[in-house]
């Protein structure tokens, strides 16, 4: 055998579970570039969307929930966070197709049934010949026992899907579940096979150099990483989106409470507490400054704490507070009632409505405040700033002054974030190129060149 040949036997193999659909299956109402990946999804059976913001995740959700319906006769299941639960059964009438709510086994139908994260413990997944997670990012919010339910429970389904925007492209980790999840390669051995422990980094990995371009092939093999239809050759003019206006309103710090802790001079925040400590400290000055921010216009106000949207509940006349305690059901309904138009002013926190909610209906929000987090900003940012969005999107940032620390570390995860997210996308593509003239001639169409 010659070396050449030895190496390819070593190579991951994903296997192909899925089928042709007919061209008659793809919706009417899908784009050129979504009826591609529609056929690809199908064609492999288990396949993960990595759909930026705005591209029509949904819709090809449904399509292909649709085709698998078609094709088995069998139930099929999608899972979804509960607002976004509310939002699909509203988005999928719009295309012509009918979910089917289910809380127990016996609601179950040879539909497209739909349930939240947080019912799916009272459901036999075993039931279903598909199960397609949305917002899959979500997963790692959750215990390593509820993943590993998941997991292990639909093992044995045919079918799976996997759709989220675009993951953080240095958590190589998510990567690792999504494979798991679609029954492709156990998150550990991809770790061992591609990765090395990160001496720099605690905790983190890095791609073995002579890996990295086997490792995108591989994630190719399994999963669509697009950013604008552009990355798979096709116009991207309609999905360029408007300005995004990011303004930063500095409120000053008082020093008398940090001298009457001892100190000279207050510091810029360096972990968690003294933020915590700090934005308390500053709640008037921030709350007075938001209230003057309100117009005729539909405000988004994110917060971190109880105490924040409590405080500007009260002072902001007409404003919705939706906290972590609320009922499931009342959340959805006040998050939904902002995107039909009919609440003006939503205060909220990143970890209810930071993912999954298209609130494209305004453009106007405001941060309280800022976390160290660069990626709970980023998509809670994208909750309006996403494809659809006719609107310049005006970004508020409250901050006080002993807070730059902060700014410069989002501002360089934002960097890190996009240099990687273009270097995973180049990749990712550049990997497309070589299957896609297999693809083609066994799905029988042409697709545009990369």
């Not at 492999?44 to 090809?60: I, N, P, Q, V």
């Not at 979910?99 to 994260?117: A, G, P, Q, Y």
């Not at 990143?350 to 298209?358: K, L």
Request: charged residues 25%; hydrophobic residues 35%.
């Amino acid at each position: 055998m010659r070396y050449e040949d030895f190496i390819s036997t070593k190579k991951t193999q994903k296997k192909q579970s899925g089928f042709k659909m007919p061209d008659s299956w793809i919706n009417s109402n899908c784009f050129d570039y979504q009826s591609e990946i529609i056929q690809r999804a199908v064609y492999e059976g288990r396949y993960a969307l990595f759909m930026d913001t705005g591209l029509g995740k949904s819709l090809t959700q449904l399509n292909f929930n649709d085709a698998v319906l078609r094709h088995t006769n069998k139930p099929v299941l999608m899972v979804a966070p509960l607002a976004v639960v509310y939002q699909l059964e509203k988005e999928s009438l719009k295309f012509g197709y009918q979910l089917n709510r289910i809380f127990k086994n016996s609601d179950v139908k040879k539909e497209i049934n739909i349930t939240n994260f947080d019912n799916l413990r009272n459901i036999d997944l075993k039931r279903f010949v598909c199960i397609d997670i949305d917002e899959s990012s979500i997963l790692k919010s959750y215990t390593g026992t509820f993943k590993k339910m998941i997991i292990d429970e639909s093992k044995n389904i045919q079918y799976k899907l996997a759709a989220t925007a675009t993951p953080s492209p240095n958590d190589y980790l998510e990567l690792g579940n999504h494979s798991e999840f679609l029954d492709v390669m156990d998150s550990y051995e991809m770790i061992m096979r591609y990765f090395l422990n990160d001496a720099m980094n605690a905790g983190e990995y890095r791609l073995k150099g002579h890996a990295e371009k086997e490792f995108w092939s591989w994630i190719a093999s399994w999963a669509e990483c697009i950013t604008s239809p552009s990355d798979l050759g096709y116009d991207g003019s309609s999905h360029i989106l408007p300005k995004l206006n990011e303004v930063y309103h500095e409120i000053e710090h008082d020093d008398v409470k940090y001298n009457q802790d001892g100190l000279l001079f207050s510091f810029g925040e360096q972990n968690a507490t003294t933020l915590a400590k700090n934005k308390k400290e500053t709640l008037q000055k921030r709350a007075d400054k938001v209230a003057s921010l309100m117009d005729d216009k539909q405000h988004l106000i994110w917060v971190d704490t109880n105490e924040e949207s409590e405080y500007l509940r009260r002072l902001i006349p007409d404003s919705v507070e939706v906290k972590g305690s609320d009922k499931d059901e009342y959340k959805a309904e006040m998050l939904n009632g902002f995107a039909d138009g009919n609440i003006k002013t939503l205060i909220t926190k990143s970890s209810i409505a930071g993912m999954g909610m298209n609130f494209q209906n305004a453009h106007n929000m405001t941060f309280f405040g800022l976390n160290y987090s660069y990626e709970k900003y980023y998509q809670a940012v994208r909750r309006m700033y996403r494809f659809g969005q006719k609107n310049e999107v005006n970004v508020n940032i409250i901050v006080a002054d002993n807070e730059t620390n902060i700014l410069k570390t989002i501002h360089r995860k934002k960097e890190q974030h996009d240099i990687m997210k273009n270097e995973m996308q180049k990749a990712i593509t550049g990997a497309k190129k070589a299957q896609s003239l297999t693809i083609n001639k066994t799905l029988n169409v042409t697709l545009p060149k990369f």
